[in-house]
């Protein structure tokens, strides 16, 4: 299979040939394609070609534009990703990616256009029906992420030779720090949850650090009452109006954690009133219903229980905090209490103990202060003591000395082997 590359009349530009196999073994055909860059991404695009053609993996979709490759990007993920997060790459792709960039050719973005397109993003109208006029820089940074995703896939499956996103400055953004409550902060949730559908999801909540979805997400089956434990086996989310289950958001999220004697005590006295609802609504029993019901012995819809939460918060008279401030709530003082990180890590179901550690920085600052803090209160006196001793003998401490010094005093040091070794040897000398 040959291939040919010339320069471009235009500084830059390269004309690459590439000859197709003859279909009818007379015919001769030829792809022709005009790239963009420097010598050695032409060639690394030649060598490309050819080993496309020799592999039978050639495609004559040689104008593709960012829509179409977003699409087949959205074709080829749907079934790859949980369905929200399927929803959202959707909309930031049709609001937002495809109106910027979606007529260019793949092959002549550059990190130039992907700038332009962010600072379209950060100081355009919004394109959806949200009332704020602009795209907050977290949701400008999460557009370009999803874009830097669609063309690393592009490059992946050989249709577009390098990454342009890769070369464009990231968007930043000031993350938010979450807002967590201290344990006034949780006895003074619960004494408003009190009697409420909400009480016992908020207090295992605090007890477990479980997600929203993982919460609503848990049968009586998943939890043994006897043996004080939780297995996190699904997560519930709401895509388009409609309730699905799902597996847990990762391989470690699906987990089993040891309850605490009050988490199990709230869950004895669920699992009764729960029965006794039941039966008043002519419900009946269900041995393996969901642990977390409404008044009606209905499912929880995620939404509608975040906004529940939030009226009840905003009832207590407390700081905002949302109901994912619990889980931080829980690690903040799970790590306060002297739990290890890496047990508070595998509760929260995360990959390792470096993004626990990342995300609740905080926390393990004040952990590092606190072990100084025992430390010193269980060394102090022997230190101290210690130094006292040091004090007092001064006078007779030995002083180390080069064993080696030339001083009025001291021979001229012989030759041992490879080490000189002074004639006093290497004893410390005590002053007068």
């Not at 557009?143 to 995703?149: H, Q």
């Not at 939030?310 to 700081?319: C, N, W, Y």
Request: hydrophobic fraction near 40%.
């Amino acid at each position: 299979m040959k291939g040919h590359m010339n320069r471009g009349r235009v500084d830059g530009t390269w004309y690459l040939r590439v000859e197709l196999p003859r279909t009818d073994g007379k015919t001769r055909s030829q792809r022709r394609e005009t790239f963009r860059g420097n010598k050695a991404d032409a060639q690394r695009r030649l060598r490309y070609l050819l080993q496309e053609i020799e592999t039978g993996n050639y495609s004559s979709d040689v104008k593709l534009t960012v829509a179409q490759l977003a699409q087949k990007w959205l074709d080829a993920t749907e079934y790859k990703v949980a369905s929200k997060t399927f929803t959202s790459y959707r909309s930031m792709v049709l609001l937002h990616i495809v109106p910027a960039i979606g007529l260019m050719r793949v092959d002549a973005v550059r990190p130039a256009h992907i700038e332009g397109a962010v600072a379209s993003w950060s100081t355009g109208p919004r394109k959806d029906a949200k009332p704020k006029p602009r795209l907050s820089p977290h949701t400008v940074w999460h557009i370009f992420n999803t874009l830097k995703t669609l063309f690393r896939w592009g490059a992946r499956m050989g249709l577009l030779v390098r990454n342009p996103v890769d070369a464009a400055s990231s968007p930043r953004y000031q993350q938010r720090e979450m807002e967590v409550l201290d344990a006034n902060g949780v006895s003074e949730l619960l004494r408003v949850a009190e009697g409420s559908e909400l009480y016992a999801p908020i207090l295992i909540a605090i007890g477990s650090g479980l997600r929203r979805g993982e919460l609503l997400g848990l049968r009586w089956s998943d939890i043994s009452l006897e043996g004080g434990r939780l297995s996190v086996r699904r997560s519930v989310e709401t895509v388009d109006g409609v309730i699905r289950i799902k597996a847990p958001k990762t391989r470690r999220s699906s987990r089993t954690l040891a309850l605490p004697n009050f988490a199990l005590e709230v869950l004895h006295r669920e699992h009764a009133l729960q029965a006794e609802r039941r039966l008043a609504l002519g419900l009946g029993s269900d041995a393996d219903g969901w642990v977390f019901t409404r008044a009606t012995g209905s499912q929880w819809e995620p939404g509608a229980f975040s906004l529940h939460f939030a009226r009840l918060v905003k009832r207590s008279g407390l700081p905002h905090i949302t109901f994912h401030g619990l889980r931080h709530s829980f690690t903040t003082l799970a790590l306060a209490s002297g739990v290890d990180l890496q047990t508070v890590s595998r509760a929260l179901g995360h990959e390792s103990s470096a993004i626990t550690s990342r995300i609740y920085a905080h926390a393990v600052d004040s952990l590092q202060e606190a072990a100084a803090s025992r430390i010193d209160a269980h060394l102090a006196e022997a230190v101290s003591g210690s130094m006292n001793r040091t004090s007092n003998t001064s006078a007779r401490v030995a002083v180390p000395q080069r064993c080696h010094a030339d001083n009025e005093t001291t021979k001229k040091a012989r030759n041992s082997g490879l080490l000189l070794v002074a004639p006093t040897g290497i004893e410390p000398v005590f002053p007068p």
